[in-house]
Every structure is written in structure tokens, then in C-alpha cells.
């Protein structure tokens, strides 16, 4: 049985809250895409009937795959495929930054999401990048370069392609923006990183994450942040 304890201490944290966030999901269709390694999909599939898309094969190899769901190797091609309306939650996290396509991927996922369900996206944030460059790495130009709007990079990934949170609900009109909440506020402006990894440090660290996480000015220099639509049927 895979645990989150073998998580980097910063993705261990950042799962705990966008699921504390998200709530209790039961008996519900839910599409994860950009599903990574799965252990979101895994997590939700242990109560709900899950279907995973993840393009890169890589991600797959090591899949947490200890409750059932569907997992789809490829992207937005694959969603294409499934017929309006399928699914009552769409998660989307961290997926959006990296895509050149990412009004049609919101158009897509939208398209199968079921009148009255909710889409859970998760992203990037700009200003908290730039305190993280600032305070935490020290790095004066690229919080300049930032500000100047430039992008920034994830190792793994490539180039960080911030939108504004306004971007889906603009693209999507039958979206509805219902929260947006703060993920890692203080995080990574903890110098002393050593303590990241102990369970007693996370779990204080996350009941003080929680308790901002919806409160201006702590969400709007969160490091992400999580956005919780709704789909309305329009008359």
C-alpha cells in the first residue's frame, strides 16, 4: 500500500490541502486529467469511479494504482472521445501552465462536465512566485523578470505560462468561479527547510494554511491557487 509520506515534503503538503479543500467525495464520476502519477486519481478512487488522462509515459511507470480507476494514456485528444457530460467533479491541477492549447482544454473539460458539477483547478501564481524568488531563493532578477511578466520554469516541466485566474470562466461562460483559496502562503518562505519533512511540522504548517487559505492578502501571495467552479445550465 503506497503512502503519501513517500511524497517530496512540498507535493505531501500541497495534495493535503487541495483535497482538504476540495471536501469529501463519494459516489460521484470523476475525470482526472493530467492525472501525473495518480496519486490524486488514487486518492478520490478509493470512494468514487475515477478515469485518469496522463500524456507522458514516464509519469506512468510509477503509478499509485492501490484503489481502481481508469487510467488513459494521452491528452485532450483522449477527452475528446468521451461524450458530453460524463463526469459530476473535473480535476485539473497544475496542467493549464504548461499547455499551448489551454483554451480548448477548458472548452473540453467543461464539455464533459455534468450540469451542477464541479471543476477543481489548481495553478500557478505569480506573486507568490516572485516572494518565493525574493525570500526564500534570493534571487532579486527573476522576482524582477516576474513582475516584468515573464514566465518562469519547473524543472520537470518546462515553462511556467501564468493566466489569471479570471481565464476559465471567461473562456467558459457556463463556468461559474464559486472559491478561489490559497495553496502553500507560507511554505516557501520557511527558511529552515529541514523541518519540511516531519508529520508534526506538516500538520501544524497545513491547519495554518487552511485557516488563510481564503482570506485576502495570505491567498493572493500563495505559491497556488485553487480554483472551484461550478457548471450552470444557462436558459
Known amino acids: 500500500m503506497r ?39 488514487c486518492h478520490y478512487a478509493a470512494d468514487n469511479r475515477v478515469t485518469a488522462v496522463e500524456p507522458w509515459d514516464e509519469m506512468l511507470k510509477n503509478r499509485w494504482d492501490d484503489n481502481d480507476y481508469t487510467q488513459i494514456q494521452g491528452g485532450i485528444e483522449k477527452v475528446r472521445e468521451m461524450p458530453d457530460r460524463s463526469f459530476d467533479m473535473v480535476i485539473c491541477h497544475n496542467v493549464l501552465e504548461y499547455a499551448d492549447n489551454r483554451e480548448d482544454i477548458i472548452r473540453e473539460l467543461a464539455r464533459v462536465l455534468r450540469y451542477g458539477g464541479h471543476m477543481s483547478v489548481a495553478k500557478h501564481n505569480r506573486a507568490g512566485r516572485v516572494m518565493q524568488m525574493a525570500v526564500l531563493l534570493d534571487d532579486m532578477q527573476m522576482a524582477h523578470d516576474l513582475l516584468d511578466g515573464k514566465n518562469s520554469t519547473a524543472s520537470k516541466f518546462g515553462d511556467i505560462r501564468y493566466y489569471d485566474d479570471g481565464l476559465i470562466t471567461e473562456t467558459c461562460p457556463e463556468l461559474t468561479q464559486i472559491r478561489t ?33 481564503g482570506m485576502s492578502p495570505y491567498r493572493d501571495i500563495a505559491f497556488f491557487h485553487h480554483l472551484i467552479l461550478r457548471k450552470e445550465e444557462r436558459i
Open 181 to 213: 483559496l490559497g495553496i502553500r502562503t507560507f511554505w516557501d518562505l520557511q527558511q529552515d527547510q529541514q523541518k519540511h519533512d516531519s508529520e508534526e511540522w506538516q500538520k501544524e504548517m497545513m491547519r495554518l494554511e487552511m485557516r488563510v487559505s
Open 3 to 41: 503512502d503519501i509520506r513517500e511524497l517530496p515534503a512540498w507535493e505531501r503538503l500541497f495534495k493535503r490541502i487541495v483535497w482538504e479543500q476540495t471536501g469529501s467525495l463519494s459516489g460521484l464520476d470523476i475525470l482526472d486529467f493530467g492525472s501525473g502519477e495518480g496519486v490524486t486519481a
